[in-house]
């Protein structure tokens, strides 16, 4: 939707547009919300998880490019119904792209930027695909459109450059020449302001030139990340069309730079882990664009009258580059381009309050106009007088042939010195066409080879640079490699390709591949080591990460779209080979397939996003001998919190020393800073080649290394219900790690007890929980033995310590380590109490468990030391537990997993039973009451008052033996849940191996909900007898 009628006023201010997008695959495959809706130019945004909670901003332009569409037959998308509110390519280049064009025609410079997530339309907006073409090359269209109308009234010149930035390093897209180390240098000029020294302008006169060199840009910069192993998403993309106009009746020339711009993806590093990395953070990758960002606030808040020292456009390339474009001579436009998507809620809102503060910023901009070049005009005016002179000469009739002749000569001269001037473009365009029509010549060769020879193409993650790389495998014999020595060779690069790769055969007619012993080849997701014919459509992953896909004979393809088998394709197929894949994730978790939990799709997001991020790293780590593995875990898979409440999964990586067997926990932000910093190193060190530095890094600047620290293994959960009662508990409770494996056995006690430790009896334990409110409670927790550890059975020279955090005790406590046991004594006993129980704490000994975290050490760790930090402790020497303002939130109950739901269920029956209780309290008052009025004989009265008198201790007590049974038997009833959420089917398992699976998992659910129910018609029964006995025993009703 366009924003009509735009006042000239606000001209100056850089426009902002934003774009939503389609779905893509693996949005529509997860059953993605969409959280974006547009009216008029406002745009709102619904946080997933709190739909009330929606956020409004409002651009110059919004852009409805989600719904609404369909192909055309010439493959364009266009709205379904005429005027629908579907915004296509040509609209959104009628509102920003006319713009530039006009803009640039009157002299302004002028710039376009699309900023916004990875895969959210930046490229498909600025440059486009297929026939759905971009602002660019319509822009170019245009602009060449206008010149040829108008040159009658003026000459006009256009220079195209094309450039990259990645790594604060410059790249020339369009340069033949080999690249300099360290890239292109940004310098600076007076009039000129900031400019890329040596960069190549190329002429250009028609708009087919221009999207030849975009086609010769993005093949450099497809060739140049395949080679390097950049993440492409992370370098920047410049154009650079410089126009001239030269108005040869006014003696003015008008000049104007257009730089139009496909930054980066703007992916936040999202801090999961949240701790800083001991190693600064890639910094250089993130650099332009941080300080983009810096920029644009700081020009925000200038416009907002806030007194701003010093914006930082030198503290990055990309800066230096649009310093003119953001608060200087330009007319600019932003389009911040999101994704509909739920799972993109974080990004596309932080995508659009970038967007809101650039469209803060001002500019001046003006016509950049100046006389005609003063050599030529100059000459013309000496010309001029040479003319009058030899005019007078002949007048005068003066015989002055020495004279005339030298100033005919002159004339000639500053004549064909201006011709100079005026032929020296013609010359250049000429000199561009014949380059040009080579490429042509080259690109026509490949199209008629593309019709002729089955071909792998390379598929990127930036589609961008997909199918950009095609190699031919033409009749006979082909090994494919780093080596490019025999005509029969296909010289390919990238990390893990080794000089002779594989090789390709194609005989008649079928083509097939046969891995060189040793390296790594995968076709459609599956290892081979072997030959393997390949069918049309096939995906190839050569090396650690170099995807290909295969094109068969022309004969074999129907014409179908290629588009499908994107880098998602590749990596999912990939990630389901190794058994992860979305369905088994959410089955896991009990959900849907077609309801996936929104936090399980970020993991299996990422999960995907980093697999081949962390093949890169190993295939790095083995290059450079760092004799360290990488490897993808989701955690807490199988983890819960105190009320057994699933916790949030997340990514990590698990880094584990080849030969010590030392391992480290890394988050995902720590992994992804650290695979930057291993690309440095590993660019500089094996790919530097000659003179490159080899010296190795000392250990704290190494990014593959970490100084060693406790590990988190996994949790055991203590359900705390019998304090409530002061009942003890005695339990051997499975330690179970982040993705459901049995780590350890450990015992455990919970006992009431008194002031000063001594346990209480049978007497001492409570019907009613509320009778404990405001009573001083102490408990012991006793940690006896850990048996089974993995941990130390892996490695013996490791050890462990308990950690445990008790209700609002300020800090987790930990056990003295045990070293080199897998069965160790832990012995360790520790005091609590709650000097007035609070509701909240009654609440939280009903519905929590106490989480005992195991943690591994491991040789030149330093263990876990319990801070006493704000810790109060009473006279024994207990820990005061239970403190005034206890938090609320722990009494929230939030509906969740199987475990809290089945304690709700018993949380009722409890309350019935109260309910019974007080009931049974009622029914002994009114006897008594009854009993005092009827006072007829002392005898008789005295009888029935020894009768009251035994009854309610006796009943009690049986109450509580009744509820002692319960309890015991529900500790055996929530073993047997751990154990089924832990019960999963073998990797390796066949069909069969599924079926045995699935009768198992019958049986233990039955079993289970036989136990469940057993436990509660047992105490249901007791209860009912108990109460019956009573009303036996009061006599009213016999
Ligand atoms: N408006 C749109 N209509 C249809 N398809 C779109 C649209 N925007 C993006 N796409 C598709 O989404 C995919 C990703 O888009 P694109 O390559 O433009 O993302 P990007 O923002 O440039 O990502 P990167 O940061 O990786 O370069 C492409 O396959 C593209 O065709
Ligand atoms: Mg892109």
């Given at each position: 939707m366009r924003a009509r009628g735009m006042e000239m006023a606000s001209k100056d201010c850089v426009q902002v547009a934003v774009r939503v997008r389609p779905f893509n695959k693996r949005e529509r495959d997860a059953g993605s919300r969409c959280i974006i809706s547009i009216t008029s130019n406002n745009i709102s945004i619904q946080d997933p998880r709190n739909p009330q909670n929606s956020r409004i901003f409002t651009f110059d332009y919004t852009y409805w490019s989600h719904s609404g569409f369909s192909r055309n037959k010439d493959g364009l998308f266009v709205s379904e119904e005429t005027g629908g509110r579907y915004a296509d390519q040509a609209s959104v280049f009628l509102d920003l792209g006319q713009g530039i064009h006009d803009n640039a025609l009157l002299g302004y410079n002028a710039t376009l930027l699309a900023y916004g997530q990875t895969g959210s339309g930046k490229s498909y907006s600025m440059v486009g695909y297929g026939p759905n073409k971009g602002l660019i090359p319509t822009l170019c269209d245009r602009l060449f459109q206008s010149i040829k109308s108008m040159q009658d009234s003026r000459q006009c010149q256009v220079f195209f450059s094309m450039l990259e930035i990645y790594n604060e390093q410059v790249l020339d897209l369009l340069s033949k020449t080999s690249r300099s180390a360290g890239g292109l240098r940004v310098r600076e000029d007076q009039q000129r302001g900031f400019y890329v020294e040596g960069l190549r302008r190329v002429p250009c006169d028609c708009a087919a030139q221009v999207e030849q060199l975009m086609e010769q840009g993005t093949r450099t910069r497809t060739t140049v990340a395949t080679h390097m192993n950049a993440n492409s998403s992370r370098s920047h993309m410049l154009i650079i069309i410089h126009l001239k106009q030269i108005f040869s009746k006014e003696c003015i020339t008008k000049q104007s730079n257009i730089y139009l711009v496909d930054l980066a993806g703007s992916e936040r590093q999202r801090s999961s882990g949240s701790e800083a990395d001991r190693l600064k953070e890639g910094t250089a990758i993130n650099l332009s664009l941080t300080t983009l960002g810096n920029v644009i606030s700081a020009l925000a808040d200038m416009a907002l009258g806030k007194k701003v020292v010093h914006i930082p456009y030198r503290d990055s390339v990309l800066t230096k580059l649009l310093q003119s474009a953001l608060g200087g001579n330009s007319r600019t436009v932003m389009i911040a381009t999101l994704s509909p998507a739920d799972i993109c809620y974080e990004e596309s809102l932080s995508t659009l309050r970038y967007a809101e503060r650039a469209k803060r910023i001002q500019n001046k901009a003006v016509v950049n106009e100046s006389p005609t070049e003063r050599l030529v005009k100059e000459l013309k005016a000496e010309n001029a007088k040479l003319v009058l002179r030899l005019s007078r000469l002949g007048q005068e009739g003066r015989k002055a042939d020495d004279e005339t002749k030298e100033l005919r000569r002159l004339l000639t001269h500053n004549e064909l010195q201006i011709r100079a001037i005026q032929t020296l473009w013609e010359q250049h365009l000429q000199e561009a066409l014949k380059d040009w029509e080579n490429q042509y010549a080259t690109i026509t060769q490949e199209r008629r080879m593309m019709q002729m020879h089955p071909y792998i193409m390379n598929i990127n993650e930036d589609a961008q640079l997909s199918g950009v790389v095609k190699l031919f495998i033409q009749e006979g014999e082909w090994d494919i490699g780093l080596a490019d020595n025999s005509p029969r060779s296909l010289c390919i690069r990238g990390l893990g390709i080794q000089d002779k790769h594989a090789v390709f055969s194609n005989q008649q007619r079928r083509v097939s591949i046969t891995p060189v012993a040793g390296s790594k080849v995968i076709v459609n997701g599956v290892p081979v080591s072997k030959r393997i014919e390949l069918q049309h459509l096939d995906r190839l992953v050569l090396g650690s990460n170099s995807t290909y896909l295969f094109i068969g004979f022309p004969s074999e393809r129907s014409g179908e779209d290629w588009s499908r088998y994107d880098y998602d394709y590749f990596q999912s197929e990939l990630a389901a080979a190794e058994g992860f894949h979305i369905q088994s994730l959410c089955d896991d978790q009990g959900h849907r397939p077609h309801q996936p939990d929104p936090s399980l799709l970020a993991v299996f997001y990422d999960y995907i996003k980093l697999m081949p991020m962390v093949t890169e790293a190993n295939q790095m780590s083995k290059e450079l001998k760092k004799g360290v593995e990488f490897k993808l875990e989701i955690k807490n898979l199988a983890m819960s919190d105190s009320k057994g409440h699933d916790l949030e999964k997340d990514i990590a990586v698990r880094v584990t020393s080849v030969e010590s067997k030392q391992v480290w926990m890394w988050s995902k932000a720590k992994f992804v800073n650290r695979k930057f910093l291993m690309e440095e190193v590993y660019q500089q060190q094996v790919v530097g080649g000659e003179g490159a530095d080899r010296a190795p890094l000392p250990r704290d600047r190494d990014p593959f290394w970490d100084p060693l620290e406790p590990l988190h293994l996994g949790s055991a959960h203590l359900w705390l219900q019998s304090l409530a009662f002061r009942i003890p508990l005695e339990e051997q409770v499975d330690v179970v790690g982040p993705e459901g494996t049995e780590e350890a056995i450990l015992q455990a006690q919970l006992v009431p007890c008194s002031p000063t430790g001594l346990p209480l009896g049978e007497d001492d334990i409570l019907i009613d929980p509320s009778e404990l409110l405001g009573k001083r409670l102490d408990f012991q927790l006793v940690l006896d033995q850990c048996c089974g550890l993995r941990w130390v059975k892996e490695a013996r020279n490791r050890g462990v310590q308990i950690g445990f955090q008790v209700f609002d005790c300020p800090q987790p406590l930990y056990t003295p380590a045990v070293w080199h046991n897998v069965n160790p004594l832990l012995d360790h006993r520790i005091q609590f109490t709650a000097l007035r129980t609070s509701q909240e704490l009654l609440n939280f000994l009903q519905s929590n468990a106490l989480v005992l975290e195991l943690w591994g050490l491991q040789e030149g760790c330093s263990e876990l030391v319990s801070s006493m930090d704000g810790v109060k402790m009473t006279q024994e020497d207990n820990i005061i537990i239970?403190?005034?303002?206890?938090?609320e939130h722990l009494t929230a109950e939030t509906g969740g997993s199987d475990l809290s739901s089945s304690l709700r269920a018993l949380h009722q029956d409890l309350e019935q039973l109260r309910n019974s209780n007080a009931a049974l309290r009622k029914e002994n008052s009114a006897l008594r009451e009854q009993l005092n009025s009827a006072r007829n004989g002392v005898e008789n009265n005295r009888g029935r008052q020894e009768r009251r008198g035994s009854l309610r201790p006796s009943c009690d007590a049986e109450f509580a033996k009744a509820l002692k049974v319960f309890y015991h038997s529900m500790t055996s009833v929530r073993g047997q849940l751990q154990r089924l959420r832990r019960h999963k089917p073998s990797e390796e398992a066949d069909l069969l191996g599924l079926r045995l699976f699935v009768d198992e998992h019958t049986y233990l659910l039955k079993d289970f909900s036989e136990q469940l129910e057993q436990c509660v018609t047992t105490l249901k029964q007791d209860v009912a007898a108990i109460v019956r006995r009573k009303r036996e025993k009061s006599g009213i009703w016999s």
């Open positions: 239970d403190k005034i303002n206890a938090s």
